[in-house]
Structure formats: structure tokens, C-alpha cells
């Protein structure tokens, strides 16, 4: 089943889904990883910089992981609905952020 949402940050990404939604839920997070949160913060940045790329439920295209994402240039959708419930962690997935598009493989 795919997801969609909107591309903050064009670009393609696969890799093992991991929630973070606290820097605690981030301890065994592994470069490549594809980072899926409700929403980023600042305190996020070291694993947004590990990610293979960011997909969150919230925010648009000019909430953090928007703009931190194109900052960093890594693929990067927003506005997922229900993204955190529907993946679990140690899932692949497929981003094709240019569509906002997020596929299970």
C-alpha cells in the first residue's frame, strides 16, 4: 500500500523504517534509515542527518523538517496522514519524495 503526502525535498530513498518522535525512541537509529515522526524538532537534527530520508504526519512546507530537509538535501515528505500508525519500525520502505510517495517493499 502506498502513502502519500507532499514533497518538501525531492529525491528517492530506501531503507528501514525507525519512529522517532524523541530522542530516546533515536538510540539504535542507523545511518540510511528512513525517519518517520509525527513531527521533527531541533533537537532531531543528528538523526535527520543519519536518515536516508524524513517523512512526517504533520507539518507543510515550511515546518522543520521541511526546511531542515532541503537544507540538508535529503528526500523529504510531509503531511502523511496516519504514517506513524500504519509503519513499523524495522519495515522497508521506498520514498519517491518528488511524488510523496511512500511504498512498502
Known sequence: KEL???CACSG????K?????TLEDARDFQEGDILISYATNPVLLL???KSGAIVTEEGGLTCHAAIVSRELNKPCVVGVNGVVEQ???GEMVRVDAGR???TRI
Not at 17 to 21: A, E, F, S, T
Open 4 to 6: 502519500r503526502g507532499t
Open 47 to 49: 538523526v535527520m542527518r
Open 12 to 15: 528517492g530513498a530506501t531503507g
Open 100 to 102: 510523496g510517495v511512500i
Open 17 to 21: 523504517v525507525k519512529i522517532v518522535n
Open 87 to 89: 509503519l513499523k519500525d
